[in-house]
């Protein structure tokens, strides 16, 4: 299938704290919390959409492989199934910005472990449409020792083979990343550009997974996981039984019971270890179906909630209306509490009991005292809240106006990048069909794509994609740092 370059790709990754999240936010002004609120039901990637030019691109937000709130073999099957489907799809997989912080005292063991899984996802051909972005330069200001030292570790990073060097000896670059949206726009240019001038790419992990069909374990990013689970075991294990001597020959309670929550942790560590190893042995096709399934769900439910943020932007630009047009006329206040549109309270069962009032509650003091204190509560706290009827009662027009205009500025925002996700949830969900639908918001042809993967979709087809030849010149790129 060919690819269409106004659907891109762009995969975050880097290490817990290099600041992707922060990257992302700075090129799309979106902040990251709306993305994981969005596609975290299905997946621990989030993807941003950003318009670029004339091009819609996605910044997927992926988990490090430091990440304590999820396993390395589970982090590598999530990019596995992206880049599965990206493959199967006419989405252009613009490549990687894999961010490192400058400021690091030296290359963490996690940090050369996600190197070489990088290096062993993309391969030789892939490695042009990888780049490491190294930030943090603004706490390295020029002239300063630790600014020496970043530059150093810079020159490091490029030329030692187990870092990036690998890398770099195959195409990738260097970027830095300053702290201004500028300096970010910049890098992502320059990566698709490079991506535009080399065309199609099929990486390694794709040919691995598609086209030879091997299992997680055997691809070369699972074989790195696999030796790094092995080699943990038998550390954890030396130390559990180098401790399990200590608890024998310990003679007070105290001591004891210290190296006993010391076993505890090293075990937990070791089925750490093992379920990690465990997950690159799930099939392969099993667990990209029931993948599927979920995202074509998480796309039919993110069109009804387009659906009903369309009538609830509907119903606040209506009462914004009424209070623009009261604010501008000597109205009366009666024929304005006519006019306002009634909002719905909420019902109470009849099996339901009278709740008594909370003492201090509003209604638990007297009215004099009420209206006093409920029109003293802060404006800044009024803007983050889902607001009460009471409250929203108290306010001036004017409060409640600008209260309503914020509400709906941040509903409208939502609402864009709901539909604007729509595509890539479309992709993930099945295949092209999909994702054009949906991209066109075509919903009678979004429906049909999801027709047609309940059908024949639901077995994954694995079939065999002729690569591409692809020129293995040196592309020149001007300096964007």
């Not at 699972?222 to 200590?246: F, P």
């Not at 069109?303 to 009261?326: F, H």
């Not at 069909?433 to 024949?456: C, E, H, K, R, W």
């Amino acid at each position: 299938m060919s690819e269409d370059p106004s659907n891109t790709i762009v995969l975050v990754m880097g290490l817990t704290g290099a600041g992707k999240s922060t990257f992302i936010e700075r090129l799309t002004g979106l902040p990251a919390g709306i993305g994981h609120d969005l596609m975290s039901e299905t997946s621990r990637m989030t993807a941003y959409p950003y318009e670029h030019g004339d091009r819609r691109v996605y910044l997927v937000d992926t988990p490090g492989f430091d990440d304590t709130r999820c396993m390395d073999s589970e982090i590598l099957t999530e990019i596995a199934f992206y880049l599965t489907q990206i493959h199967k799809s006419n989405f252009r997989l613009g490549g990687i910005l894999y961010l490192h912080r400058i400021t690091d005292n030296r290359v963490s063991a996690s940090a050369m472990r996600s190197f070489q899984i990088v290096q062993s996802i993309y391969g030789p051909q892939g490695a042009k449409l990888a780049r490491l972005v190294t930030t943090m330069w603004d706490k390295a200001p020029e002239s300063s020792d630790i600014y020496k030292l970043a530059v150093k570790r810079e020159t490091e990073l490029e030329s030692v083979e187990g870092y990036w060097g690998w890398m770099s000896s195959r195409g990738s670059r260097i970027q830095r990343c300053m702290a201004t949206r500028a300096s970010g726009l910049s890098i992502l240019a320059s990566l698709l550009a490079v991506s535009d001038a080399q065309g199609p790419v099929v990486l390694r992990l794709q040919e691995e997974i598609v086209d030879q069909q091997k299992s997680f374990d055997d691809t070369a990013a699972g074989i790195v996981l696999n030796e790094h689970y092995g080699t943990k075991w038998d550390r954890l294990q030396g130390e559990l039984r180098a401790l399990q001597t200590s608890i024998t020959g310990s003679s007070t309670l105290q001591s004891s019971q210290q190296l006993q929550e010391q076993k505890l942790d090293l075990e937990r560590q070791m089925k750490a270890a093992e379920i990690g190893e465990r997950g690159l042995r799930q099939e392969v096709e099993s667990l990209f179906a029931d993948k599927t399934e979920q995202h074509r769900v998480l796309l039919v439910q993110t069109q009804e909630e387009i659906s009903e943020l369309s009538s609830n932007i509907a119903s606040l630009k209506s009462e914004i209306e009424i209070l623009r047009e009261d604010s501008n006329s000597n109205t009366p206040a009666s024929e304005r509490q006519t006019r306002a549109p009634k909002r719905p309270r909420p019902k109470r069962t009849p099996s339901e009991p009278q709740s008594m009032p909370e003492r201090g509650s509003a209604s638990s003091r007297p009215s004099g005292l009420r209206g006093v204190t409920d029109l003293y509560v802060s404006g800044r706290r009024l803007q983050k809240m889902n607001k009460p009827e009471y409250l929203l009662e108290a306010m001036s027009e004017g409060e409640r106006k600008e209260y309503l205009e914020k509400k709906l500025a941040r509903q409208e925002k939502l609402k864009i990048v709901k539909r604007n996700t729509l595509a890539v949830l479309g992709m993930l969900a099945g295949g092209a069909t999909i994702a054009a639908g949906a991209a066109t918001m075509q919903i009678p042809v979004v429906a049909a794509g999801i027709a047609l993967f309940g059908t024949s979709g639901m077995k994954l087809d694995f079939h065999k994609k002729k690569k591409k030849v692809v020129d293995d010149k040196e592309w020149v790129v001007s300096e964007h740092d």
